[in-house]
């Protein structure tokens, strides 16, 4: 699965226009403890999260992520919108809460 | 053998992860192991946040060799009081503005011992801390 069949089965918002979404979901991992993603989080997940300052970005991008998804309607400050682009890290976005887009994810990866 | 030099700001999170992506990079280049690179990232990465989280300020140095990676993470700060406390998953004194940003769980020094081969703390309260990690390379 790609980023781009996310994106297009669960209607998801795209705040990173500028980055293709060719890369591969491999998993999703859920967790809004920073240091928990970066110990735990493997390479090509999406990382499902409330948190949407610069530093999600750096973790996104340390640990090889294929995207992250902010739930809840949250949208990134405009300054982490530019990082990401600038990373190559694809910001997601849906109005579902972490539960129900999860267990659409999880039921699309099985 | 070749050396990095980063400078730390403390309580700048904007620039946080920079010393931890240019090692990777460094890394990457050097055609390290991905997998040895992974746990590398992961243990400067906490010790890079802890400096930001805790500290004034403080240097990365990383010495690289074909054998092994030492990365020497010295800071000027309030220290550590009990080193074996802030050793145990859940421990934290961060604030609650940095526990806000998910930052502050209590998993950092341990993600950090979970990633190297060896890991040696000095801390005086008051003056600073030292952490020492090293990692072997050449036994992938």
Not at chain 1, 9 to 17: A, C, H
Not at chain 1, 95 to 102: A, I, K, P, R
Not at chain 2, 40 to 50: F, K, S
């Amino acid at each position: 699965m790609k980023v781009i069949d996310l994106v297009q089965q669960l209607n998801l918002k795209v705040f990173t226009p500028g980055i293709e979404l060719d890369r591969t979901v491999s998993g999703a991992y859920v967790s809004d403890l920073l240091s928990d993603v970066m110990g735990h989080a493997r390479e090509d997940q999406v990382w499902i999260t409330l948190q949407s300052h610069l530093n999600v970005v750096a973790i996104a991008s340390l640990k090889d992520l294929s995207a992250v998804l902010l739930v809840k309607g949250i949208v990134p400050p405009d300054e982490v919108i530019r990082k990401a682009e600038a990373e190559g890290i694809v910001m997601l976005g849906t109005l579902e809460q972490t539960f129900d887009v999860s267990g659409k994810i999880y039921k699309m990866l099985v | 053998m070749m050396t990095l030099h980063f400078h730390i700001e403390g309580g700048n999170f904007t620039n946080a992860g920079f010393a931890s992506s240019q090692v990777k990079k460094t890394l990457k280049q050097l055609n390290i192991d991905s997998g040895l690179i992974k746990k590398i990232v992961i243990a400067l990465y906490e010790g890079e946040v802890n400096i930001v989280a805790h500290a004034l300020k403080g240097e990365i140095v990383v010495e690289i060799s074909p054998e092994t990676i030492t990365m020497i993470l010295t800071d000027e700060g309030k220290g550590i009081d009990n080193i074996e406390l802030a050793m145990k998953e859940g421990f934290s004194t961060a604030s609650q503005k940095v526990r806000e940003m998910g930052f502050g769980a209590g998993m950092g020094l341990p993600n950090i011992k979970k990633n190297v081969d060896q890991l040696f703390i000095e801390s005086t309260v008051g003056v600073g801390t030292k952490l020492t990690m090293i990692k072997q390379l050449d036994h992938a």
